[in-house]
């Protein structure tokens, strides 16, 4: 069974950082692209940042140069560095695992990120 725990969410003061962990299990993590997606209120879901099994990155442009992707083939774990952090970041961070599987995915269950002074 394959399961993802994300983890680090909080509330932060504007400006302030916070990182994000996942965890898998269950799976063959590094086969697996990871990503860190992100849904605000009234929002829909967005992805944010994507690292290959390789550790190609990629970032959505309002979180480039503040938000750092990282992952660690051998613990099954991607982060998510969150620096410089701005009231339009609130929202429910998620991670997922995908393949070139068609269907071959995974979600976490989310993780609360607030951003209020």
């Known amino acids: 069974q394959v399961q993802l725990v994300e983890s680090g969410g909080g509330l932060v003061q504007p400006g302030g950082s916070l990182t994000l962990f996942c965890v898998a299990s269950?799976?063959?993590?590094?086969?697996?692209?990871a990503d860190w997606h992100r849904q605000g209120p009234g929002q829909q879901r967005e992805l944010i940042a994507r690292?290959?099994?390789?550790?190609?990155?990629d970032y959505r442009d309002s979180v480039k140069g503040r938000f750092t992707i990282s992952r660690d083939n051998a613990k099954n774990t991607v982060n998510l560095q969150m620096n410089n952090l701005k009231r339009e970041d609130t929202a429910v961070y998620y991670c997922k695992l995908s393949s070139w599987r068609p269907g071959d995915e995974y979600w976490g269950q989310g993780t609360q990120v607030t951003v209020s002074s």
């Open positions: 269950g799976v063959e993590f590094s086969w697996y692209v």
């Open positions: 690292i290959t099994s390789t550790g190609t990155t």
